[in-house]
T-cell receptor, first 111, second 112 residues
């Protein structure tokens, strides 16, 4: 079955530092989504990537889809305490299938 | 516009008891899902309904049943709860399979 890994599992950063999490798949993907879950909250959709090599930005967040469509990254520039939470990737191997979620990267931001 | 509404928010059961988790969405979505979330394991799909009138098993369906009551409502039933079903349960919906998901606020279930 679909294998999805996210690294790192945990990351502690000082406020103002950058942060990157990676999502790696064992198979080529149709598309990938990223979600954020605040502590005690529910996952909230951030972005969807479809094209090989695609890069999308949302303010301080930059999302990238790998050229081979087997991995993706989420980079946060100059973290803030509001960035605290767990970031999940969710992948689809073929259109019409369900998403498989990665285990998540938990980000802590120290003020 | 409430989005996805789940009830109850918290529940404690004894082993062997049964219960139904309720979920309703008001976004006219076709697809609905039930996930469970355990520490360090992300979200695992229990059952889903691609459209009204259909239901299918996900990754971890054993011990659960679902009903897509109508387009708005999708319930999850535990017939005989076990401690291994202690988890946080999320209902989600989307316009179609593979579209972005909107999640409910979750149900924290403990089975003693």
């Amino acid at each position: 079955g679909q294998q999805v890994m996210q690294i790192p599992q945990y990351q502690h950063v000082q406020e103002g530092e950058d942060f990157t999490t990676y999502c790696n798949s064992s198979t080529t993907l149709s598309n990938i989504q990223w979600y954020k879950q605040r502590p005690g909250g529910h996952p909230v959709f951030l972005i969807q990537l479809v094209k090989s090599g695609e890069v999308k930005k949302q303010k301080r967040l930059t999302f990238q889809f790998g050229e081979a469509k087997k991995n993706s990254s989420l980079h946060i520039t100059a973290t803030q305490t509001t960035d605290v939470g767990t970031y999940f990737c969710a992948v689809i191997a073929r259109p019409g299938q369900n998403f498989v979620f990665g285990p998540g990267t938990r980000l802590s931001v120290l003020p | 516009n409430a989005g996805v509404t789940q009830t109850p928010k918290f529940q404690v059961l004894k082993t062997g008891q049964s219960m139904t988790l309720q979920c309703a969405q008001d976004m006219n979505h076709n697809s609905m899902y039930w996930y469970r979330q355990d520490p360090g394991m992300g979200l695992r799909l229990i059952y889903y309904s691609a459209s009204e009138g259909t239901t299918d098993k996900g990754e971890v369906p054993n011990g659960y049943n679902v009903s897509r009551l109508n387009k708005r409502e999708f319930s999850l039933r535990l017939e005989s709860a076990a401690p291994s079903q202690t988890s946080v349960y999320f209902c989600a919906s989307g316009f179609a399979l593979g579209e972005k998901l909107f999640f409910g606020s979750g149900t924290q279930l403990s089975v003693l």
